[in-house]
């Protein structure tokens, strides 16, 4: 019995959407309906049927299903031994997105160093939900992400604890001389042909912040995508674009007066928050959280909205 095909059927189980499933799973919706359909052939029995708004357990598969995350339970829980096994236990391996790469996971790694000075650390840039899906399989001792609530609701399972550190306010911003930071009243209309300089496709403000603008029929101009939010900062002040960025990246440039704040605003809640596999955190690893957690509520707090 293949475990990938037990994952995709407890994640389908679940989410009760083929595609949405296949979304998270970075699938095909063609294979996460190949992976049930051979699991069920090889137990014989039906564990989904479909619903007129994606899919349900059948009373098998109810049955099936605490079964199946035993199993996927008891593969993760292997690995974290042999891991533990070979890994020297100072070693942490992190995964955040490269903008938090730069910005919040130095200033804790410093401060975790200060309390641990054989501590090895190993961090991994990508995707934030990517590197949930990391620690569920073991792949990471856990995660630093700057992730929209919702999603991170979305994420939940049993055998995972995530942590929101603190809230992060989304906002748009433009130099002082900028033509959209000198119009006297600005709305979404006023970005129509205009250059947007953001971080890497996949961001969820991101994404929040292009359905705003589509939902208003705003076009943009032109786009700038960058890993750094330094960079993306030096854009902003260097009057290359308007800028969306959490506000704690622009806070000195925004009270000096380098930047200005606009009134647009992304839709939704947005946190940064880490996510960890309790059974399988080390005391490594948790010096290298709570670093994270302190360093987070001191970056963020001062700019709440």
Request: net charge neutral.
């Amino acid at each position: 019995m293949d475990v990938r095909y037990l994952k995709t059927f407890v994640a389908l189980a679940r989410i009760g959407n083929v595609t949405r499933t296949a979304e998270r799973l970075d699938y095909a919706p063609s294979s996460v309906t190949g992976h049930v359909r051979v699991l069920e052939d090889e137990l014989g029995i039906t564990l989904l049927h479909r619903t007129g708004r994606g899919v349900a357990l059948t009373p098998a598969g109810r049955a099936f299903l605490p079964e199946a995350e035993r199993i996927i339970e008891a593969e993760r829980a292997a690995l974290a031994r042999i891991r533990t096994a070979i890994v020297p236990s100072s070693t942490v391996v992190l995964g955040s997105a490269a903008s938090l790469a730069a910005s919040i996971v130095p200033r804790a790694l410093a401060r975790a160093r200060a309390q641990r000075s054989d501590l090895s650390v190993s961090s991994r840039t990508g995707m934030c939900m990517d590197h949930i899906s990391a620690v569920r399989d073991g792949d990471l001792d856990f995660a630093i992400t700057l992730e929209s609530r919702e999603r991170l609701a979305r994420a939940a399972e049993p055998a995972l604890t995530t942590e929101i550190f603190a809230d992060v306010p989304i906002v748009a911003v433009a130099a002082a001389n900028h033509r959209v930071a000198r119009l006297a009243r600005v709305e979404p209309a006023s970005l129509n042909g205009e250059t947007l300089i953001d971080t890497e496709p996949g961001c969820s403000y991101r994404e929040a912040f292009t359905a705003f603008l589509d939902d208003a029929g705003v076009r943009i101009g032109t786009r700038l995508d960058f890993e750094s939010f330094e960079a993306i900062r030096r854009c902003a002040i260097d009057g290359v674009g308007v800028a969306i960025v959490p506000r704690f990246v622009v806070a000195d440039a925004l009270a000096t007066g380098a930047l200005v704040e606009l009134p647009l605003r992304a839709p939704g809640e947005f946190a940064i928050a880490a996510t960890w596999r309790p059974a399988a955190l080390s005391d490594a690893a948790r010096t290298v959280l709570d670093a994270m957690r302190a360093e987070s509520a001191a970056l963020c707090a001062p700019h709440a909205a």
